[in-house]
Structure formats: structure tokens, C-alpha cells
């Protein structure tokens, strides 16, 4: 209805008029000229459905800006991942990072991968920086420079996937897609046929999974000391999820320093860093109301916030001793609390409501009668932005713990247990030692949501990761094996992966959901399967006469 009915007219300068086209079913408009010329020359297509692989051949990994500075000769290998994409959204989390914020769907991970990650193999790079090998066609894929350790120098960062018998052929690693490839030596990896990957796993390639492939190997060395449920590393983070923290709940809590009052004082510009302490003067610092920032879902916004970083003190003054303080904390992004200047909390990510979080018990416990300076740095990442804080206390005190005498040598540490816990906006039971070490101040992998332009050489991964550099020490005289610590650095190196499918630890009245819309998946992909037996049918050469 109110559609207008076009049609095509030939007018000459005076507005004579010509009718050419109308249509009475059709609504003509945006007429092209057209002139009949020589059909083009038309390449022939490359693929050959009667083939299951395809073959990549690298010229030379040094050249190009992504391996600068890296000495010839350090790459060893080549890594074949393939990310595995979701059928169906089935809870989510979020990721922040240079590039703002995101929503990820089905979550995998905490701040780390979308996805669960096969690990196809390993391919050879020869002396010269060439490579030669065979991939899985019709297979998304992405490939990661190795050096001796088996740790990411360089990762990319998008995929490709290669249909049957295609053969893929780069330059360097990361050059411009108009460089023509240096005048060389035949390539080593062109005397030989395609080289067929080595395996990463025993038996075929399936996804790594956190649970499966190192879970086994903290419970063999870490938590005979690391078994206290509760406990976070001191002075880090535990890599909490949005909604992980409780509820304030009246019932059990009462306020020390209330959320949304008075009594902040306030920056935009870096005070350097002992602003923290107890006796900084920030008397030329703003005041205002908490919470800052803007409409978040569960803020209540009262002093506008609009540049990347806000940092906030406030005196507060305790009466009576407390049974067990906590934060209570909502943020949005990435934030960190000191109390008389020692760090209370620091988290990744945003939350959606105020919830109430525990502080190191040497902390907690230094909360004594008198006054005491609560100090809180957030910085916005993309999305919306919000900070606010104060302190809780249980209203009667929590029961005793039973002490188990426990061998003299162990000492209790925060756990790395694979208890599970689920968190019920990510549909995801995540574990004590996921929580633990899926943590930036533990692992440094590449953020998700880094900036768009080509990342510098070991720029994060295993290589740069605190949790390596220890273990490989040999923190509190535990040795692993060098397959042990080759599968905690590949986990960071595909950035932490939780699951090693989506269903994986998935809240189990939701699987059935999730399955399917696999099923679904798989009966597309056996129909189209069929459909190329069927054009293969077509197209076969015929028979020879007798």
C-alpha cells in the first residue's frame, strides 16, 4: 500500500518523452546501460570435491612486519587451530579490552576465547622460514608461530578456510597483500610433498579443554597445598564473571559504608601512584555523590563520568569492631580497591547489579575500630561506565572453622580444585582453579578484544606469563614434565579455553537445548555432503567404449 509504480522513459533535452519500460508488476527504476562486448576469459576452478584436504605453503615467516626483531632460526613450527562456532546462544558473559566492550554468547572462557579450539597438528618450518603441509578443507583455520619452548611468538588473529584440493600460498608473516614474494631460492619445503600435520593429542584432533588437559595436571602437583575453597590469590584477582559476587541481602549483611552517598572526593587525571595511601592529599580533588558513570543496568548514577579513567577516596570512620567485612562493588569496566592502601580487590570486566565480594583476610582482619581511607580506580573500556563501592559486615559473626591438622610441609594456599560452581548467567559451571587462573595477572594472553592494528611479537601469550616463569622455577619444589608445561602454555596460548566443546560444563536442563541446533547443524552438513556426491555424479567422466 503507497508503493509508487515507476517506469523508464527516453527524454530528450526539450522534455519530449519516450516510453521504454513499464511494468505493471514491477516498479522500474535505476535503469543501466548495457553494451555487448567479448565474454571474458573465466579461471577454472581449483577445487576438486573428490578431495578431503588442502594444502597451504608458506614462502618464508620472516618476512614481513609481523616477526620483526625476531631472529632467524626461532620459529620452529607452525600450529593448526581450527575454532569451533556455536549453534545456538545459550547464556553469556562479556569482554572488554582496547577495542570496548562485547557480549559473548555461549561463553567458553572468562575474558578469554569465543570459542572452543581443535588443535589440528603442527606443521615443520624449515630453516629458510618455509613451510609445505596439508589442512582439512572446507575447515575454519588459524596458524601460530612457535619457538623452541612451543610458546606463540606471533597469532592470527582472523581465519581461513580452504575448499578441496585449493592450494593457499603466503608470502611472510602479516605482509601487505600487494608485496610480490622476494626472489629466493626454491623454498626447502617445496622438495618434498605437502607435509601432513603432526598430532598435538593421541588418537584425532578434538577440542582443549581446561577441564580435561590441565585440571589433571594441578591435581597431580598444586593442590595438595592449594585446597582452600573461598580464598583468592593474594593480591590478585580470581577472574570473577559478571553476576559471580552475591547479592546484598539485608537478612545477613548491614552497611558500614553505604553504596550511592556522599562523601567521595574524585579524579580524572592519573594522581601517580601513592594515591592510594592513607595520608595522600587530595584536597584538591572533587566531591560528590557515588555511584559515577551512567545508566548501567543496576546502577544508581549520580555524578556524571565521562573520560576512560575516574579514581576515588573516601574517609570512613569504623565504631565497633566487624565479624567479617566485605566490598560491596559495582563496576563497569575493569576496577580495583585498596583499603589503607593495601589492594582489597581487583576485577576484570563489568557487573550488572552491586554484589558483595570477599577481601584478602589480612585486610578484612587490619579493619579495626577508628578511621580508614577506601581508595577505587576504575577504567572505562567500551560500552557503558560506572563505578561505586563501600563495606558490608555480616550481622553476627560467621561460626568457627574446624581446624584439621594437616602434614607440617603443606602449606594451604587458595584452591585449585576442579569443584565446579555454576554461574547462572553463563549457563557455565566454572571451577575453583578456572576462576584461579584464568586471571591477567597469572596468564597473559592476547585480550579478544584488542586493537584492530597488527600486534608486535610475543606481544602477550605463555611467553610473557607470570604462571610459566614460576612453574617453570619450580614453585615450592614441584617439577613438571616438559609435556605438562607445554599444555598449561597452549591453553594460554589459545587463550584459556574452559570447555573443549560447547556443552562442556554447560548447566545440564540447557544441553538438550544446545544439541539441538547441533543436530540441526549436522543434518545440513550431511545434506550437503550428498548434494556434492550428487554434482561429483554429474560431472564424472564417462565411461570409455569398449
Same mark, same amino acid.
Given at each position: 500500500v503507497?508503493?509508487?509504480?515507476?517506469?523508464?522513459?527516453?527524454?530528450?533535452?526539450?522534455g519530449r518523452r519516450e516510453l521504454l519500460v513499464s511494468d505493471p508488476s514491477l516498479? @522500474?527504476?535505476?535503469?543501466?546501460?548495457?553494451?555487448s562486448r567479448p565474454v571474458?576469459?573465466?579461471? *577454472?576452478? #581449483? !577445487? %576438486?570435491?573428490?578431495?578431503?584436504?588442502?594444502? !597451504?605453503f608458506l614462502q618464508d615467516i620472516y618476512e614481513g612486519p609481523g616477526l620483526a626483531g625476531i631472529e632467524r632460526g626461532a620459529i620452529k613450527r607452525l600450529r593448526v587451530v581450527s575454532p569451533q562456532f556455536r549453534a545456538a546462544g545459550i547464556g553469556s558473559n562479556g569482554n572488554s579490552g582496547p577495542a570496548g566492550g562485547a557480549m559473548a554468547s555461549t561463553p567458553v572462557s572468562i575474558q578469554g576465547t569465543w570459542d572452543p579450539k581443535v588443535i589440528l597438528g603442527t606443521a615443520t618450518v624449515q630453516a629458510d622460514g618455509s613451510a609445505f603441509f596439508e589442512v582439512p578443507a572446507r575447515t575454519p583455520l588459524y596458524f601460530q608461530a612457535l619457538d623452541a619452548k612451543g610458546h606463540a611468538v606471533q597469532s592470527m588473529r582472523s581465519w581461513v578456510t580452504l575448499q578441496p584440493g585449493e592450494k593457499l600460498s603466503c608470502v611472510g608473516c602479516h605482509e601487505a597483500k600487494g608485496n610480490a614474494p622476494p626472489a629466493t631460492a626454491t623454498p626447502r619445503a617445496l622438495f618434498q610433498p605437502p607435509e601432513k600435520l603432526e598430532p598435538f593429542f593421541d588418537g584425532p584432533p578434538r577440542g582443549f579443554s581446561f577441564i580435561? %588437559?590441565?585440571?589433571?595436571?594441578? %591435581?597431580?602437583? @598444586?593442590?595438595? @597445598?592449594?585446597?582452600?575453597?573461598? $580464598?583468592?590469590?593474594?593480591?590478585?584477582?580470581?577472574?570473577k564473571t559478571p553476576g559471580d559476587g552475591k547479592a546484598f541481602d539485608p537478612k545477613t549483611h548491614r552497611y558500614v559504608v553505604p553504596i550511592a552517598t556522599d562523601g567521595w572526593r574524585y579524579t580524572t587525571t592519573n594522581p601517580g601512584g601513592r594515591w592510594i595511601k592513607p595520608h595522600f592529599d587530595d584536597?584538591?580533588?572533587?566531591?560528590? *555523590?557515588?555511584?559515577?558513570?551512567?545508566? !548501567?543496568?543496576?546502577?544508581?548514577? $549520580?555524578?556524571?563520568? $565521562?573520560?576512560?579513567?575516574?579514581? #576515588?577516596?573516601?574517609t570512613v570512620r569504623i565504631t565497633e569492631p566487624l565479624h567479617a567485612p566485605q566490598l560491596i562493588i559495582h563496576h563497569d569496566d575493569d576496577a580495583e580497591a585498596y583499603l589503607d592502601g593495601k589492594l582489597a580487590a581487583r576485577y576484570v570486566g563489568f557487573t550488572v547489579r552491586y554484589e558483595v565480594r570477599p577481601m584478602p583476610e589480612q585486610v578484612a582482619c587490619a579493619i579495626a575500630p577508628g578511621e580508614h581511607v577506601l581508595a577505587v580506580h576504575c577504567s572505562y573500556k567500551g560500552g557503558g561506565r560506572y563505578i561505586d563501592a563501600g563495606l558490608v559486615d555480616?550481622?553476627?559473626?560467621?561460626? $568457627?572453622? #574446624?581446624?584439621?591438622?594437616?602434614?607440617?610441609? !603443606?602449606?594451604?594456599a587458595f584452591s585449585l580444585l576442579g569443584t565446579q560452581t555454576l554461574e547462572s548467567r553463563s549457563c557455565r559451571k566454572w571451577s575453583d582453579a578456572y576462576k584461579a587462573l584464568a586471571n591477567r595477572r597469572a596468564c597473559n594472553w592476547i585480550n579478544v578484544q584488542s586493537a584492530p592494528p597488527m600486534l608486535p611479537p610475543y606481544h602477550a601469550g605463555a611467553a610473557k606469563s607470570r604462571l610459566i616463569t614460576r612453574l617453570e622455577e619450580g614453585h615450592n619444589g614441584v617439577k613438571l614434565s616438559a609435556r605438562e608445561l607445554h599444555l598449561i602454555a597452549t591453553w594460554i596460548d589459545l587463550l584459556v579455553p574452559y570447555c573443549g566443546d560447547y556443552t562442556e560444563a554447560m548447566a545440564e536442563n540447557l544441553v538438550p537445548k544446545y544439541q539441538k541446533f547441533a543436530a540441526k547443524r549436522k543434518r545440513l552438513a550431511e545434506e550437503d555432503a550428498r548434494n556434492i556426491q550428487a554434482l561429483l555424479g554429474q560431472t564424472a567422466e564417462p565411461a570409455a567404449q569398449p
Open positions: 503507497g508503493a509508487r509504480h515507476f517506469a523508464i522513459y527516453f527524454m530528450d533535452v526539450d516498479s @522500474c527504476n535505476q535503469p543501466i546501460p548495457l553494451a571474458p576469459h573465466a579461471r *577454472p576452478s #581449483l !577445487v %576438486d570435491y573428490g578431495k578431503a584436504t588442502a594444502a !597451504v580435561g %588437559d590441565v585440571q589433571p595436571i594441578l %591435581d597431580k602437583h @598444586c593442590i595438595r @597445598c592449594h585446597n582452600q575453597r573461598g $580464598k583468592t590469590p593474594s593480591g590478585k584477582s580470581a577472574g584536597s584538591k580533588w572533587q566531591t560528590a *555523590p557515588g555511584g559515577f558513570g551512567d545508566g !548501567v543496568p543496576g546502577g544508581l548514577p $549520580k555524578t556524571a563520568w $565521562k573520560t576512560t579513567d575516574i579514581w #576515588l577516596r573516601r555480616l550481622k553476627t559473626a560467621p561460626p $568457627k572453622p #574446624l581446624v584439621v591438622q594437616k602434614d607440617s610441609t !603443606v602449606r594451604p
